[in-house]
């Protein structure tokens, strides 16, 4: 009796390829994202949209119903960042989530603020 080869064990991981989630895109409007950008959802997709979302957006529109960082959606959801970049353009683009950046938050330091924080550093 000959022993059918196995494809995956547990410890393998997924069948599909994380390139395959995206189509091969390696750029979407999600680009961007800063890593600890904030991931909101903002509205349901309708029924048309809806069946074209695959499961791995279905995912994180359930992480992202209370706001969180892209980096903790990465995790969240198991698969590497530039992916989840891809994807999480694709679900703004769609008008699904919103992504807030820390930095339009708040303004950044003066040039000259940073540069007496570094000569007290090198000072130390």
């Known amino acids: 009796m ?5 494809w ?3 410890a393998a991981g997924p069948i599909v ?4 989630l995206i189509r091969g895109r390696t750029r979407s409007s999600g680009d961007a ?10 509205g349901e997709p309708s ?15 359930r992480v992202a119903r209370d706001p ?8 969240e ?16 683009d769609n008008g699904l989530i919103s992504v807030t950046s820390p ?4 303004p950044r330091p003066s040039e000259g603020i940073l540069k007496e924080v570094i000569n007290g550093l090198r000072a130390l």
């Not at 994202?33 to 903002?42: G, K, M, N, P």
């Not at 959801?77 to 703004?92: A, H, K, T």
């Not at 930095?103 to 708040?106: E, G, K």
């Open 17 to 20: 390829r994380p390139y395959a």
């Open 77 to 92: 959801i198991d698969l590497p960042i530039g992916v989840v970049r891809v994807l999480l353009g694709d679900l703004r």
């Open 33 to 42: 994202f800063d890593l600890i950008a904030t991931v909101s959802v903002v």
């Open 47 to 61: 029924d048309e949209v809806a069946d074209e979302l695959g499961p791995e957006q279905r995912l994180i529109l």
């Open 103 to 106: 930095s339009a938050a708040r």
């Open 2 to 6: 000959t022993e059918t080869p196995q």
């Open 8 to 10: 995956l064990d547990e």
């Open 68 to 75: 969180i960082s892209v980096a903790d959606v990465a995790v």
